[in-house]
């Protein structure tokens, strides 16, 4: 069974930052993308930023230059640091891992979710 857990969500005022994990647990043969999504209210789940295990990452338009995500591999963790924040930035933001745990096929696995609102 594998988990992950996402923590360092809240209320924070426009221009703000905030920095949020999401660690991975259980059993776990090998972490191939991690990434951070997010579903603002009304609207679809949309992909924020994700890295591969090689550290490679890519962006959302809406977030280049304001947020970097980044990952520990040693932790199973990835984090998603996120600056210059904007009340368009409001949303439950869920953290997404491609894990291999008792064999070798690899599958999506999702956290719970975390809020972020940002006021004006």
């Known amino acids: 069974q594998v988990q992950l857990v996402e923590s360092g969500g809240g209320l924070v005022q426009a221009g703000g930052s905030l920095r949020l994990s999401c660690a991975a647990s259980?059993?776990?043969?090998?972490?191939?993308?991690m990434g951070w999504y997010r579903q603002p209210p009304g609207k679809q789940r949309e992909l924020v930023a994700r890295?591969?295990?090689?550290?490679?990452?890519n962006y959302a338009d809406s977030v280049k230059g304001r947020f970097t995500i980044s990952r520990d591999n040693a932790k199973n963790t990835v984090y998603l640091q996120m600056n210059s924040l904007k009340p368009e930035d409001t949303a439950v933001y869920y953290c997404?891992?491609?894990?291999?745990?008792?064999?070798?096929?690899?599958?999506?696995?999702w956290g719970q979710g975390t809020q972020v609102t940002v006021s004006s």
């Open positions: 997404n891992a491609n894990i291999a745990s008792r064999s070798w096929y690899f599958s999506d696995y």
């Open positions: 890295i591969t295990s090689g550290s490679a990452t």
């Open positions: 259980g059993t776990i043969l090998s972490i191939n993308v």
